[in-house]
């Protein structure tokens, strides 16, 4: 079965460098799993180990994921580095 990606009637290309990508992760012989979408600037949860249920902002610095964490009344925010494995949507 062929489908084609798109917004309402209209389909939309898939970047080449992204479909390569995947077929690179596939043939690559190490595990590949289906994962939530999160992206920078997105607000996470962190869902494991020591920081659990923590909620912040993700940022990549350097191919690094970083969470945010913002003190809003004292305009002060603290950042730490996070597997890609802890984090997930927040509640």
């Given at each position: 079965?062929?489908?084609?990606?798109?917004?309402?009637?209209?389909?939309?290309?898939?970047?080449?460098?992204?479909?390569?990508?995947?077929?690179?992760?596939?043939?690559?012989?190490?595990?590949?799993?289906?994962?939530?979408?999160?992206?920078?600037?997105?607000?996470?949860?962190?869902l494991?180990?020591?920081?659990?249920?923590?909620?912040?902002i993700?940022?990549?610095?350097?191919?690094?994921?970083?969470?945010?964490?913002?003190?809003?009344?004292?305009?002060?925010?603290?950042?730490?580095?996070?597997?890609?494995?802890?984090?997930?949507?927040?509640?």
């Amino acid at each position: 079965m062929v489908q084609v990606v798109g917004a309402g009637k209209h389909p939309c290309p898939i970047a080449d460098a992204e479909i390569a990508a995947i077929q690179r992760m596939l043939c690559s012989g190490n595990e590949v799993e289906p994962w939530p979408y999160l992206q920078a600037g997105q607000k996470v949860r962190i869902l494991d180990g020591p920081l659990f249920g923590i909620e912040g902002i993700l940022v990549e610095v350097k191919n690094r994921r970083r969470l945010v964490v913002s003190v809003h009344l004292l305009q002060r925010s603290v950042a730490v580095e996070v597997d890609r494995d802890c984090i997930g949507p927040p509640r």
